[in-house]
């Protein structure tokens, strides 16, 4: 029997409910999958199937049965341990391994890469990211907290850890001028949220990251940086994609994750308030 080399589509929230339906049942066939999950009969069995792919399950005859990965994959998510699930699926499945490659290989970029060039490089590379797999593992390590997407601009780029806060404050620098140029005047202020969108993807860092550097870097140079609030109405917030987030589900009857998406952008919160506009001034 040889290996499928194509992901079947699947969402994270899918994979954690067949490891919840087999782990109280004891077990789990194609009926019961199709029944609790309210899909039909074939989608359950690609389901299940791939689910047996990630090491999930294991077959026994017509039954899928859990293992002890599937208690260990079931805690990490009751506990809300995201990293941990990444780890699982770096170490256990082959288009998430692939993905994550494809994207380290690219760390150093100043930019992040749209699908299309993740695509690309992945058939440079000669591994298995077709369109359907990097859509399906994008929105897993997205919600993970693994991968950012530029709000903006849709490119993705893994989050590093947080760099010193001198390499964080020339790079802020250097960016706000660039802004500043392309508006033809200096000491201008600038949105916070396209800031922030524009430097985690050059720095490959999580917009909390971005937040607390950024008080820092205001905290130190109060006069010589100045940060102002927007109306309840104003641009700033808007951005054409949305932040992707999970949380544990915990009122079905089986594991479930909760998707959420934040659609408007976050100020920056300093104090009691919340900024959605800085200027640089000179000096810093």
Same mark, same amino acid.
């Given at each position: 029997?040889?290996?499928?080399?194509?992901?079947?589509?699947?969402?994270?929230?899918? +994979?954690?409910?067949?490891? /919840?339906?087999? /782990?109280?049942?004891?077990?789990? &066939?194609?009926?019961?999958?199709?029944?609790?999950?309210?899909?039909?009969?074939?989608?359950? @069995?690609?389901?299940?199937?791939? +689910?047996?792919?990630?090491?999930?399950?294991?077959?026994?005859?017509?039954?899928?049965?859990?293992? &002890?990965?599937?208690?260990?994959?079931?805690?990490?998510?009751?506990?809300?341990?995201?990293?941990?699930?990444?780890?699982?699926?770096?170490?256990?499945?082959?288009?998430?391994?692939?993905?994550?490659?494809?994207?380290?290989?690219?760390?150093?970029?100043?930019?992040?890469?749209?699908?299309?060039?993740?695509?690309?490089?992945?058939?440079?590379?000669?591994?298995?990211?077709?369109?359907?797999?990097?859509?399906? +593992? /994008?929105?897993?390590?997205?919600?993970?907290?693994?991968?950012?997407?530029?709000?903006?601009?849709?490119?993705?780029?893994?989050?590093?850890?947080?760099?010193?806060?001198?390499?964080?404050?020339?790079?802020?620098?250097?960016?706000?001028?660039?802004?500043?140029?392309?508006?033809?005047?200096?000491?201008?202020?600038?949105?916070?949220?396209?800031?922030?969108?524009?430097?985690?993807?050059?720095?490959?860092?999580?917009?909390?990251?971005?937040? @607390?550097?950024?008080?820092?870097?205001?905290?130190?140079? +109060?006069?010589?940086?100045?940060?102002?609030?927007?109306?309840?109405?104003?641009?700033?917030?808007?951005?054409?994609?949305?932040?992707?987030?999970?949380?544990?589900?915990?009122?079905?009857?089986?594991? /479930?994750?909760?998707?959420?998406?934040?659609?408007?952008?976050?100020?920056?919160?300093?104090?009691?308030?919340?900024?959605?506009?800085?200027?640089?001034?000179?000096?810093?």
């Amino acid at each position: 029997m040889t290996t499928r080399k194509t992901i079947r589509p699947v969402t994270l929230r899918r +994979v954690v409910e067949i490891c /919840s339906l087999a /782990s109280i049942s004891k077990g789990i &066939d194609v009926l019961v999958a199709s029944q609790k999950l309210g899909v039909s009969n074939s989608r359950a @069995e690609e389901i299940v199937l791939e +689910v047996e792919k990630m090491g999930l399950l294991t077959r026994f005859e017509k039954n899928h049965l859990p293992n &002890d990965k599937t208690a260990q994959f079931l805690g990490y998510f009751e506990n809300e341990k995201w990293e941990r699930i990444h780890d699982y699926f770096l170490k256990n499945y082959i288009f998430y391994q692939d993905f994550i490659f494809v994207l380290e290989s690219h760390i150093n970029d100043e930019k992040g890469l749209t699908i299309d060039e993740i695509k690309i490089d992945s058939a440079n590379r000669q591994l298995s990211l077709n369109q359907t797999a990097v859509e399906v +593992v /994008s929105d897993w390590c997205d919600r993970l907290g693994i991968i950012q997407r530029h709000l903006y601009n849709r490119r993705l780029y893994l989050a590093r850890m947080k760099p010193e806060l001198q390499t964080f404050k020339n790079a802020l620098a250097k960016h706000y001028q660039e802004v500043s140029r392309t508006r033809l005047r200096r000491g201008i202020f600038v949105e916070i949220p396209m800031i922030r969108e524009d430097l985690c993807e050059r720095l490959k860092i999580a917009r909390k990251v971005f937040d @607390e550097l950024l008080r820092a870097v205001y905290l130190e140079n +109060v006069g010589r940086m100045e940060l102002s609030g927007a109306p309840i109405i104003t641009l700033a917030k808007k951005s054409p994609l949305s932040e992707k987030k999970i949380i544990r589900n915990g009122k079905a009857a089986i594991l /479930s994750p909760k998707y959420e998406i934040q659609k408007d952008r976050e100020g920056l919160l300093v104090g009691q308030k919340t900024y959605y506009y800085m200027a640089m001034h000179e000096g810093i």
